[in-house]
């Protein structure tokens, strides 16, 4: 599987733009890379995916490297909500099904 | 949106006992998915299904054992529960042949064996 590596934590100011890396430098060519967050005391939450190119949606923003071997999500005006640990995953070639999580980001966003 | 509801939020049992942890989907996934969360070591697969009656070994299976009898419904067994269970269990769901399909979580189950 490859694996990912996440700084453990970062802080923030409410409503400047959070920028959190990962890499992933043993992704594999037709491996995806997920983000995923959980605000305490819930299940985590599926935030955006994507192969090789930049994806955006209602919540973020997703770039991946031109070498795919690091990737960061950006939330464009972080709000105290968004508090939580943002986990960054590849997805296991072959099983289309297995996640698996590392420990993630612990994202502080603070007035 | 997509629904995945797991039957208990709290559970204290006592050691030795027989627990069900209950999970059902209401999006007609046919991958469902139980993984255990414990502080300092993220989230860990225990099993998975792909497909009705069929399951797999996830990377922590010691201990547990599943069941899916209908596509919506995967239930986690702890055959006889000890200390070393007690954990944050969370259930997903996922559509099959999407190579890309991302997982949906329910809130979890906080189990606590004394």
């Known amino acids: 599987d490859a694996k990912t590596t996440q700084p453990t934590s970062m802080d923030c100011a409410e409503g400047r733009a959070a920028n959190l890396p990962c890499n992933h430098s043993?992704?594999?060519?037709?491996?995806?890379v997920y983000w995923y967050r959980q605000i305490h005391s819930q299940g985590p939450q599926y935030i955006i995916h994507?192969?090789?190119n930049n994806e955006t949606n209602e919540m973020a923003s997703l770039i991946i490297t031109e070498d795919r071997k690091s990737s960061t999500l950006i939330l464009p005006h972080a709000t105290l909500r968004d508090t939580a640990v943002y986990y960054c995953?590849?997805?296991?070639?072959?099983?289309?099904?297995?996640?698996?999580f590392g420990t993630g980001t612990r994202l502080q966003v603070t007035l | 949106d997509v629904k995945v509801t797991q039957s208990s939020r709290y559970l204290v049992k006592r050691t030795g006992e027989k627990v069900f942890l209950e999970c059902v989907q209401d999006m007609d996934h046919e991958n469902m998915f139980w993984y255990r969360q414990d502080p300092g070591l993220g989230l860990r697969l225990i099993y998975f299904s792909y497909d009705v009656k069929m399951k797999e070994k996830g990377d922590i299976p010691e201990g547990y054992s599943v069941s899916r009898e209908k596509k919506e419904r995967f239930s986690l067994i702890l055959e006889s529960a000890s200390t070393n269970q007690t954990s944050m269990y969370l259930c997903a769901s996922s559509l099959v042949g999407y190579y890309n399909s991302p997982l949906h979580f329910g809130n979890g189950t906080r189990l606590t064996v004394t």
């Open positions: 995953i590849v997805r296991v070639a072959g099983t289309a099904s297995k996640l698996t």
């Open positions: 994507g192969l090789k």
């Open positions: 043993t992704i594999s060519g037709n491996e995806y």
